[in-house]
């Protein structure tokens, strides 16, 4: 069984930062890739950031040059370092893991709210 654990979401004011962590566990074989996406209320969900086994990564536009993905050490954890923050950034955010021979699997989300 494969479980994605979301942390570090809250609110802050425009400008700020926060920091988002996800940490796979379970019986993986390997991460293909990890990604955070988010949804904000009557929109579809989309890409953040994805960052693959190799080390590439890649962002949305809105985001590039404020966000930052990194994978700890033990590859199981993404992070997404996120700076300068907008209120067009509040949404929930999800973290997903590609696992190889297993398929996409997704964490719970966590709500980030910029108050401007």
């Known amino acids: 069984q494969v479980q994605l654990v979301e942390s570090g979401g809250g609110t802050v004011q425009a400008g700020g930062s926060l920091r988002l962590s996800c940490t796979v566990s379970g019986s993986i074989a390997s991460i293909n890739a990890m990604g955070w996406y988010r949804q904000a209320p009557g929109k579809q969900r989309d890409l953040v950031a994805i960052?693959?086994?190799?080390?590439?990564?890649n962002y949305a536009d809105s985001v590039k040059g404020r966000f930052t993905i990194s994978r700890g050490n033990a590859k199981n954890t993404v992070s997404l370092q996120m700076n300068s923050l907008k209120p067009e950034d509040t949404a929930v955010y999800y973290c997903?893991?590609?696992?190889?021979?297993?398929?996409?699997?997704w964490g719970q989300g966590t709500q980030v709210t910029v108050s401007s």
């Open positions: 997903k893991a590609q696992i190889q021979y297993r398929g996409d699997f």
């Open positions: 960052i693959v086994s190799g080390g590439a990564t």
